[in-house]
């Protein structure tokens, strides 16, 4: 309650600093949950990708010989070679490597454009949809090849004007589809389950692949695969058998002249994000040094403006300081007093940028955010909801930095203060 009386009556007798200091936190503490934001839904645990910690990503092939190359997502024969009867991973998913934006109608409508993309049945079980209506479409339809399909609620009421589209008919690029589940909207920011339609994939039996090194083109093709874990500490494990599979495909390729460029596939979710093409390794650490530098120079510059005015303030209380260094009181108790004060105020600086920050990332959405894949743009809008900005780690790295930044603002300041001579700060020594 002291600490609460002495920072009340501090902002009201130096007010304009004050204010200063509560506004340069709120303004550092923004940018620096802008900047974990950005990270923070390209890689946590977010509905309805809430097992990112479970999955690895094998996004395509690159093949080249000395004469030749060539990249490409996978073809199922790439992925009968790579991904046939692992034993580590608990579900594989083959889905399509990006949407694909389509004309789709029904009768007496207008069509309308949505972003598509085929998937096998297990992307229901990887990925955690809430369904409206309905339900997901099966293996068995996948493996007839039954033209059904789950669409999203927004699509679901611009085709049919109400939400409980199971049962209904529409056409995906004139070819009759049945609508079997609606599940929510699912934001672009998601990346590898975001889609407004999803249907099955197109299968066929695996076949024993003759690598007689004739036409390796037949590797290429438009799927991706995800591979999802037991539990997070299976990860590892998980990697290094596909890691295996992989290595010994790119032998059996050698023998016949060609080789794979190994770009440390498969990925793990805050790798995959940073994927440049089929045929280049992302680099976690560049990026991690990248957003701690940046992080850095976010803090310190505002840090140093802080210091000066916590001098100033501090300046403005000598006679005081000087009362309770006279009456008895330590330096060390100046000093934490000091501390304290500074991180309620920047506390209360933090409290206000975290507010900021998330009101700028709801009205800035598009500008902010980047989804992992926007080869040929999306059909719904970029936004994001409350439950994707904030998160309880935003809020304890929002604590975090401002802790730090009542250590570097104030630090220096508390200690010149606590090492001040009672006589020179009664006589008014502003030394």
Known sequence: ??????????????????????????????LVMVVMMMYVIQTEPIAPESNRDRLLYEYGISLRTDQMSGSSHLSHDAIDRLYGDLTTPEVICILSSSTSPRDIAVTGSNPIMAD????????????DYTFIHGAPYTSTDVETGNKV????????RKLFSNADAVGQTMRIMQEPYTVVGV????????????????????????????LDGSDVSRYFGEYSVISMARSAD??????????SRNASFANELKAIGWERDDTDFPYTQEAVHLLGGTNRAPDIKQDRMIRWILLGIILIIPAINLSSMTQSRLRRRRHEIGVRRAFGATRGSIMR????????????????????????AWLFTAFLFEPIDNWEGYSAEMTVDFTMIFRWS?????????????????GIPAWRASRVDPVDALNGDSK
């Open 337 to 360: 007093d000091i501390l304290a004060e500074n991180l309620v105020v920047t506390l209360i600086g933090g409290f206000i940028g975290l507010v900021l920050s998330m009101l700028f």
């Open 183 to 210: 599940v929510k909207d699912v934001s672009p920011l998601m990346g590898w389950s975001y889609a407004q339609i999803w249907y099955p994939v197109e299968t066929r039996s695996a076949s024993k692949l003759d």
């Open 394 to 410: 935003i809020f304890g790295w929002t604590l975090l930095f401002c802790f730090i930044l009542n250590i570097l603002s104030a």
């Open 149 to 156: 399909a789950v669409i999203t609620e927004s699509v679901a």
């Open 234 to 243: 299976d990860v590892e494990e998980m990697r290094r058998e596909i890691r």
């Open 116 to 127: 598509t993309r085929a998937a096998d049945q297990n992307v229901w079980k990887i990925f």
């Open 1 to 30: 309650m002291k600490l609460l009386k002495q920072i009340k009556y501090d902002l009201g007798t130096q007010p304009v600093l004050g204010s200063v200091s509560i506004i340069g936190t709120a303004l550092a503490i923004l």
